[in-house]
């Protein structure tokens, strides 16, 4: 099987990252997973969400689930905390705007105004 | 829902509201029969007769979002509609398995859809929680097990968006090799 050398090396580069990674400051995206969420294109969402931060290598940047959060007509719904920041929650965001999410608020810290529905 | 992939994705995301911590999807499709399994094992809270009784009512549900629980009920009626089950077992405390049968060459069988990518982006979102996924396709199978994963990796998370990207190419490629080379997101539901 070819691929477990390509996942050796993945492991060898991520290893690198992790011991160049500065400080502890982490920032957290949430996708709402329920079935309203994957309905409305969610699993899309979160896989542009994954391939752009792998391919712009943000080694500080997690990923999570979660359930419906009771906004199903916003869906699909992403919740964006930087470290030590409010937490801003995005509608209709499909995959288009997850990489755009990812380029402008957590790349550039610039909030994209029109498609906040909340902040916290 | 489009794709049988996306109701196995809603499925994972029972399971992991339930609290499980282990996660076993079996996939065996028989195309000359054209019928596909699918059943997803957890280790959650499981849930007591009664509730079991309500599941697939969709004015049951344990969320406190919303009133309806669509999940179960969909897929029910996804399956229903080929001439399949759908059928859920559970013990409180002990956890859950729903079983899913649909029958492939029938005209409202959704395609098998992108499963790679379901199973990579829940692996990647849900790093602490370990999956083991097998597919068999006219009895030739393929297995994907975090636990083998996590011990290659060592100390680099499962969460990892290189790992994530390597797993999502992985999962293709061995997906399109039981389907006979299709690409995994081609997959012709009714072979
Ligand atoms: N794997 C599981 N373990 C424990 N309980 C479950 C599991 N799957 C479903 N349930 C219970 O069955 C209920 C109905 O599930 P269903 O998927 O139909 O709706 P939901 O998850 O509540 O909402 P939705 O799927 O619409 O987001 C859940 O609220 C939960 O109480
Ligand atoms: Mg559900």
Redesign the pocket.
Known sequence: MKSLADLERVRLEAQERMRLRESGASSKLTVAM?????AAGARDTLAALLDEIAKRRLAHVHVVQT??VGLCEYEPLVEVTLAGQDKVTYTYVNAERARQIIARHVVNGQIIGEWVLARS | MEELALHVL??I???L????RHLVLTVVEDRAQGVLTVQ?L?D????EAA?QQ???D?F????TT?R????????RATAEATGGLAE?A?RPGE??R?QVVVYTRHIDCPPLGDLALTVAVSVAANPQVEFCYTHTVDGRSMEFDTAELRSQLAEVPLSDPAVYQWMLAFLREELSKLYGGAKCNEIPSRS
């Not at chain 2, 509201?17 to 499980?20: L, Q």
């Not at chain 2, 959650?44 to 849930?47: A, E, L, P, S």
């Not at chain 2, 049951?60 to 969320?63: A, E, N, V």
């Not at chain 2, 309806?68 to 897929?75: A, D, E, Q, R, S």
Request: include cysteine; glycine fraction near 20%; charged fraction near 15%.
């Open positions: 329920g079935t309203c969420g994957i359930g419906c | 809603d499925l995301q029972n399971s509201e339930a609290g499980a997803l957890d959650g809270r499981g849930m509730t309500r599941v697939f969709p049951f549900t344990s969320r919303r309806v629980g669509l999940g179960l009920p969909l897929l859920l559970s956890g859950t729903v």
